[in-house]
């Protein structure tokens, strides 16, 4: 099962919070970074927030001070925390993690089905 599954999304009024998770599966010999991106409708998807292998983050402008990513290395998983949250926060968010599986030759990026996360006024 090489695959990433997003839980966590929902509906959730101005000023509230969500915590969207992200879960890696399969036989992984490593995982190299692990991200968070959205897409709004006609939007570009844009990156939200990536969290590197030895743990340094990056964070788009617009949700720095707000989200926070972390990691479990041993679980395979990342977390987005997401607070104060605004209507132009709702978008599609999709996890992205760049692995490497057991059988497999380099490490490929994939991709997560997305959870629709919905940000009322």
């Known amino acids: 099962q090489e695959q990433l599954v997003e839980s966590g999304g929902g509906l959730v009024q101005a000023g509230g919070s969500l915590r969207l998770s992200c879960a890696a599966s399969?036989?992984?010999?490593?995982?190299?970074?692990m991200g968070w991106y959205r897409q709004a409708p006609g939007a570009q998807r844009e990156l939200v927030a990536r969290?590197?292998?030895?743990?340094?983050?990056n964070y788009a402008d617009s949700v720095k001070g707000r989200f926070t990513i972390s990691r479990d290395t041993v679980k395979n998983t990342a977390n987005l925390q997401m607070n104060n949250l605004k209507p132009e926060d709702t978008a599609v968010y999709y996890c992205?993690?760049?692995?490497?599986?057991?059988?497999?030759?380099?490490?490929?990026?994939?991709w997560g089905q997305g959870t629709q996360v919905t940000v009322s006024s």
């Open positions: 992205n993690a760049n692995i490497w599986y057991r059988g497999k030759y380099t490490y490929v990026n994939y």
């Open positions: 399969g036989s992984i010999v490593n995982i190299n970074a």
């Open positions: 969290i590197a292998s030895g743990g340094s983050t």
